[in-house]
């Protein structure tokens, strides 16, 4: 399957968007610092998602992002989409061009599979995942150790 990084950053991006969004507009450095995805990246992912409706900027100081709609209204499949991205399982990127310019004997089989993976994260919103428990565990681990990065670079120097 190719799925690069492009896809799985910008999905992450977004869920960490949406775990955080309650608290004002979310900025790309704080994304950043949580996810270890870096900011120039970022900001190339972003570009894309707002113009594709996904999300919405906030400009100047306390300024960053907010979902577009709600969380239940934005799926996974969108997301991966709007950064041109491809869930595609042929060997040919689905050309039909896999044996000498020709669809080989199983094109048919991986072009349905790849048929089936997208429509299987078009059914999952971003509001579905934030819900599981493991993806609650893994973002209550995460702001606790942004939180105890912020209270080491507070601290009083001796």
């Not at 934005?74 to 040919?92: G, H, P, Y």
Request: hydrophobic fraction near 35%; include cysteine; proline fraction near 3%.
């Amino acid at each position: 399957m190719r799925l690069t990084t492009k896809g799985r950053y910008a999905v992450t991006a977004m869920l960490d968007l949406t775990l955080h969004a309650d608290t004002g507009p979310v900025s790309l450095a704080d994304i950043s610092e949580r996810q270890g995805i870096s900011i120039s990246y970022l900001e190339q992912l972003f570009s894309k998602l707002r113009k594709n409706d996904l999300v919405t900027s906030v400009r100047g100081p306390g300024g960053g992002y907010f979902l577009s709609r709600g969380k239940d209204e934005l799926f996974i499949a969108q997301i991966i989409d709007a950064v041109d991205e491809n869930v595609d399982v042929t060997n040919c990127e689905g050309k039909n061009d896999c044996q000498d310019g020709e669809p080989c004997l199983s094109h048919c089989l991986w072009q349905d599979l790849s048929c089936r993976i997208h429509e299987f994260l078009s059914g999952i919103s971003l509001g579905q995942l934030v819900n599981r428990r493991a993806v609650k565990q893994v973002a209550e681990r995460q702001d606790h150790l942004q939180e105890q990065l912020i209270g080491i670079g507070e601290a009083p120097e001796l």
